[in-house]
């Protein structure tokens, strides 16, 4: 017989036992609040809110913004970040509470707070690895081109980046190519990232707050490209004091100006730069009187806090370089505008949704009505894109949300004209949409492992309208020639793709001080630059792929070891090693014309790729001395039926040995020096292996049909640079001057190697070094702030 007295008991104990396990939960509550610069209101990315008693925390997202849901209790908080003080409060959490730091630079205090030198350790507590992040302080420190800070160039200096040379565009992450690297400011894609052909970069470091790369691991909310991700992040401006910084140069000033709309809640920043070598001209005289060969950019944001859940953000970059003689006329550049909006529906979900448009065109042209030529191109890209956080407990942080963007190819408007007639060689537009959704947990499992995984989907529509061609077979190698075509009718698809893209990470904690990190991720890549030139120039295309390329992918695992030592975590150091396989790699027959060829993708070979690799990095970051020492093994091959006898061979950006130290020292108060020097491996080429021989006219030629069969020799230089800072640093008025030698034992580094028949005997053939750069490039600039 039932017992229902006693069923009724015992439904009433696991009653009892719910509700308390509820009303357990239910005394958790949320800290949450957003850390800033004491100085200048600015949020600060990536700043440690530790707790001691939990001996765990969190880590601010990319607006300054935390969130930890803990049982309530008294708690001690330390909020630290690099460069700054630790300010440590005493937290009573009795319900859901808001927690705002303002952290003051070194040297400075807070009256409020207690103030302690202890350092963050996120390089070895973070689940992300391969990544790389350059405070703008360090950069202005270190030597430089024409005494000009550059992003670029310092990204340059990490380990697993090269690139093929000095005055290259662009550069090179762990085997892949420049076009591989996903460059973002404010979220917008920048598809050139040099001013002057390489020697410069877009960025304007007095505008930069951020800079971080990530080479492996990369989240699912990133996709597009498959090497590298480099997110620059623009200041908000000082939203509490007027501030003026700039510079004048040898070869180019910079300016900009920051200030506080409505103090405390809103406030801008303005910086611009020109250079001005084409104001001397004419002086010179001839010729060069009336040209002109100059760059400039102009970068802007606007932030507006509405209340305590909504902000918004408003940026932009305009820069351009023009070069203009009597015969000839070029010019390119990027534009992009970026609009955002912070959203908190609770003290747990976090929105961050963002608009972008982003346009790189350039423009080429010979000015004259009877014999004349003029080329247009350009790619433009739209973008809405809603990212959702949400901090569900200690342990947990789900990132989901999705983006699509509208891509615009514009390959070429042209017009040729001889004679007075003028004909039109443009080509037709292309369109692509590519969309994608991704979903992502970052676990935390006991004290020692955390886990971040997850997976991003995406698909690639071609888009109409336009005429899509087929091509016919032909050996490996060689042109394969249309045999059909068909028109499509506007936004009409033409082809479609679609790609799966997991996402892993995994920390072990091995003790307080050392960590091992895995990562796995597999990247799709929908657009692809067109270019058989040694390096990047403004003239090369981008296409999307179509019903004649594939989608490039990437699948790479790294495993690394981390370790932070000395009393403060002065130093830390990483080994990582990585292997990458490539699918569908574009490239080319011997003598592809890929300019202005309806045809082109005849002329376009795909193959397979690899590359592997050890990255070593020790970095010192406190004391009078600070620097780093990275040095990187690397191979990257790729294999392609047609090429070098359908067997391996290294790519042209292949450097199996890289050596760079970086070193800054503090000789007095006013005082600072630095250096940087760099090795590395040559690259590789294609030499002749016997040569022609008609009517006395020797020609070179490969008969072997090897590529990259010889390495030109390595490169080294070294940079130094003198710092003279101002006596007083209270007051409104500081400049400071830079003194910095460029190739201080002026190396003669060796950018290619090319052969031609000698000019008295030419039944010889030589071989030539081309140099970029071969002397000595000494600069000074002074730099100011009010």
Known sequence: MINYKRMMQSVGLCFLILLG??????QKSTLSGYVKDASNGEVL????VYLTELQNGAVTNEYGFFSIKIPNGQYTVKVSYIGYKTVTKQVNLANDQKLNVELPVEGQALETVVVTSEKQDANIRSTQMSVNKLEIKTIQKMPAFFGEADIIRSIQLLPGVTTVGEGASGFNVRGGNIDQNLILIDEAPVYNSSHA????SV????????????????PAQYGGRLSSLLDVRLREGNNKKFEMNGGIGLLFSRFSVQAPIQKGKSSFIIAGRRSYIDLFFPLLGGALSNSSVYFYDLTAKLNFTLNDKNKIFVSGYFGRDKIGLDVFGFNWGNATATIRWNHLFNDQLFLNTTAFYSNYDYQLGVPNDTDGFDWKANIVNYSFKPEFTYFANASNTINFGGQAILYQFVPGTATFTSGGNSRDISLDDKFGLETAVYLSNEQSIGDNVTLEYGVRYSWFNYLGAGKAITFGDAPAGERREPVSSREYGMWETIQEYGNFEPRFSAKYMLNRTSSLKLSYHRMAQYIHLVSNSTASIPLDTWTPSTNNIQPQLADQVALGYFKNFGENN?????????????????????????????????DLLTGEGKAYGLELYLKKNNGKFTGWVSYTLAR???????????SWYPTRFDRTHNLYVVGMYKLSKRVELSANFMFASGTPTTFPTNRFEFEGIVAPHNAENSRNNFRIPAAHRLDVALTLLPKNTKKRWQGFWVFSIYNLYANRNPFSIFFQADADNPTITRAYRYSIIGSVIPSVTYNFKF
């Open 21 to 26: 396990a509820s009303f357990a939960y239910a």
């Open 45 to 48: 990315l990536g700043a440690s």
């Open 197 to 200: 052909l390489g020697f410069f």
């Open 203 to 218: 960025f304007n470091p007095d505008a930069v707050k951020n800079v971080k790369l990530v080479k492996g691991g990369i």
């Open 570 to 602: 002065d130093y830390e150091f990483s080994a990582e090693t990585y292997y990458k396989l490539y699918q569908n790699q574009i490239d080319y027959i011997d003598g592809a014309d890929l300019l202005l060829n309806e045809n082109l993708e005849g």
């Open 636 to 646: 990257t091959e790729r294999q392609v039926n047609g090429i070098n006898n359908d």
